[in-house]
Structure formats: C-alpha cells, structure tokens
C-alpha cells in the first residue's frame, strides 16, 4: 500500500517531466531546421545559427541613422545652460544647438532597430588638447529620438542622471491641427 501511494505521486510528476522534454527537444529541433524544412529528424548542416525572426522585426539588426537637418523646437539643458526656444542642426555626426545667445556643439550617433532609435550627444570639442594633463571627458548622454516628417524630438532615456529634452514647440505651429510637430 505504501508502494502505490509513492507511485501514484512519482508518476505525474514523471510523466510532466518526460512532457517537458519532450516540448524542450521539439523546439530545439524546430529551432534548427529550415523554413523549407517540415521533418523533425532532418537538420541543418550549416552550424551558423539560423537568425529567428522576433516579432515584425529582426532586433539582431540595426541601422545607423543621418538625422541631417535644422530642427526648431525647445530645448531644456541645464547642464549646458540651455533653456526655452532652440535650433538645433546636424551636419553627418556634428550638432550644434542654440538657445537664445547660447550655443554648444559636439558628435551625435544615431542607431535604429525595431523602429527604436537611440542616440548618443557627445558635448564639446573632440580635438585634443596638448599639453602634461589630460582634459576632462566630455559629457555624453544617452536619449531616445522620434522624427516624424521635418520634426524631431530627442528626450533622455530612462536610467540617465542628467534630463535633456529638445521638442516641437507648438506654439510656433499656425494651425495646431495641421502642424506636423503637435502631431496633427
């Protein structure tokens, strides 16, 4: 008696464990098969890993994006003392952002994957300094960018300790509704 209660506990649990394994080996070979493959005992030769879509998009690749352009919009740096109403303009990887007499300059690098688009603003001249010491780095943040048409907003990404925004200012649309910057 003590024997079948023992087995009526151990047996579920087998046969969840052999159902896993299953499922595990089942995936495992569906993983490595080709699109034309059907047969689950037939495997790809090639050992280069078979890249799986994930979703619409492939995050596995990105793209290096040219925001070239002149943007107006407002700007919210306190670290570079920028505030209120700006221009910023991207020549290939160089910026420079103005806001009323102020202007800062620096690198950006922009990248996109899956519709993401992370950029990177290096503030500061990039040419070295001679002399014994070396100079300070140069402050870098990290932001997201959402471009739409003519307009493109930068906001820092979640994690980041400073804040920079640079966005449409709606103010300046005419028709609200039909400016591409307040989203109509």
Sequence with gaps: MNTKTNLGSILPRFLWMIACVTLLSSVAVSATQTPATKHPSTRVQNKEPIAVPQGR????????????????????????????????????????????????????????????????????????????????????????????????????????KTSFKFACDCSQCINPKKCGCCGG
């Design 57 to 160: 998009c492939d995050p596995t690749q990105q793209a290096e994006t040219d925001l070239s352009g002149t943007y107006s919009g407002k700007v919210m740096d306190r670290v570079e003392g920028l505030s209120g109403g700006g221009t910023l303009t991207v020549k290939g990887h160089d910026f420079s952002l103005t806001s009323g007499t102020t202007t800062t300059t620096g690198r950006i690098t922009a990248v996109t994957t899956c519709g993401y688009t992370a950029v990177t603003l290096m503030f500061g001249d990039m040419t070295p300094t001679p002399g014994p010491s070396p100079p300070p780095p140069l402050r870098a943040i990290s932001l997201q960018a959402r471009k739409r048409g003519s307009v493109l907003e930068l906001s820092t990404v979640q994690g980041e």
